[in-house]
């Protein structure tokens, strides 16, 4: 295995979040389907979110924008970041926190008017995807898009209601796509499974499309009975 880029990628944080359902940080990344440029997401040091992509220019790390004016990050899933087909900008779903409650906001890149040394294209700015009518909070969120579509969909867990939480963007709104609590009464319809356990072990679901029929598929531990679950979008 082969160091991929000439120079480091930054300095990753070593600090827990202060929340009890978060056990540890991670990192997301992603190829630039346009390019095939690798894109990493991390929290560094500081406790904002990075995202650095490897110029094919020059083989090096650079700062896709910045994430400062929104704040510092509590988590961030190996899910988080996916691109958009369509125009070949990353997006971003991770936690942050507001008076000890843990939600989770949504970025989506857009193209600025600066271009950066050794990048060929414009620099990028960072814009909110209405994070505040998605509520969702809990664990690290997963975000992925509907193939060959602008259509985002992200999945959590609630801890404050028991229940994982599948919603999509429709580009003014999030739509709930469906819920399961772990009680195993399933609110609203159509469920995503009859039961998910406790999540004592906090995990994030994995979401994943099948590309041949754009439908999502949704994975998770199911506590209660110690086995896997995998559901499909009806």
């Not at 509590?74 to 691109?83: E, K, Q, R, V």
């Given at each position: 295995?082969?160091?991929?880029?000439?120079?480091?990628?930054?300095?990753?944080?070593?600090?827990?979040?202060?929340f009890n359902y978060v056990k540890h940080h991670s990192c997301s990344f992603a190829f630039n389907p346009s390019n095939?440029?690798?894109?990493?997401?991390?929290?560094?040091?500081?406790?904002?979110?990075?995202?650095?992509?490897?110029?094919?220019?020059?083989?090096?790390?650079?700062?896709?924008?910045?994430?400062?004016?929104?704040?510092?990050?509590?988590?961030?899933?190996?899910?988080?970041?996916?691109?958009?087909?369509?125009?070949?900008?990353?997006?971003?779903?991770?936690?942050?926190?507001?008076?000890?409650?843990?939600?989770?906001?949504?970025?989506?890149?857009?193209?600025?008017?600066?271009?950066?040394?050794?990048?060929?294209?414009?620099?990028?700015?960072?814009?909110?995807?209405?994070?505040?009518?998605?509520?969702?909070?809990?664990?690290?969120?997963?975000?992925?898009?509907?193939?060959?579509?602008?259509?985002?969909?992200?999945?959590?867990?609630?801890?404050?209601?028991?229940?994982?939480?599948?919603?999509?963007?429709?580009?003014?709104?999030?739509?709930?796509?469906?819920s399961v609590y772990c009680s195993g009464n399933t609110y609203p319809v159509p469920s995503i499974g009859p039961s998910?356990?406790?999540?004592?072990?906090?995990?994030?679901?994995?979401?994943?499309?099948?590309?041949?029929?754009?439908?999502?598929?949704?994975?998770?531990?199911?506590?209660?009975?110690?086995?896997?679950?995998?559901?499909?979008?009806?």
């Amino acid at each position: 295995w082969n160091t991929v880029g000439k120079n480091t990628i930054g300095t990753a944080t070593n600090t827990l979040p202060n929340f009890n359902y978060v056990k540890h940080h991670s990192c997301s990344f992603a190829f630039n389907p346009s390019n095939n440029e690798p894109y990493v997401a991390f929290i560094n040091n500081a406790g904002y979110l990075t995202v650095k992509n490897l110029s094919s220019v020059d083989d090096t790390w650079y700062d896709v924008g910045s994430l400062n004016r929104y704040g510092q990050v509590a988590s961030i899933s190996t899910n988080a970041l996916a691109f958009n087909t369509l125009t070949n900008m990353p997006c971003l779903a991770y936690s942050v926190t507001n008076s000890n409650f843990m939600y989770t906001r949504v970025v989506t890149a857009k193209a600025g008017k600066l271009a950066l040394s050794g990048k060929t294209g414009p620099s990028i700015v960072w814009r909110d995807v209405k994070s505040d009518s998605l509520k969702i909070g809990g664990v690290a969120p997963t975000l992925a898009f509907v193939p060959n579509t602008e259509t985002i969909y992200v999945t959590g867990f609630d801890p404050a209601g028991g229940v994982f939480l599948v919603k999509k963007s429709n580009g003014s709104t999030w739509d709930y796509l469906g819920s399961v609590y772990c009680s195993g009464n399933t609110y609203p319809v159509p469920s995503i499974g009859p039961s998910c356990g406790y999540n004592n072990a906090y995990q994030t679901p994995t979401l994943l499309f099948n590309t041949n029929t754009n439908k999502a598929f949704l994975s998770y531990a199911v506590e209660l009975t110690k086995m896997y679950e995998l559901r499909m979008e009806p």
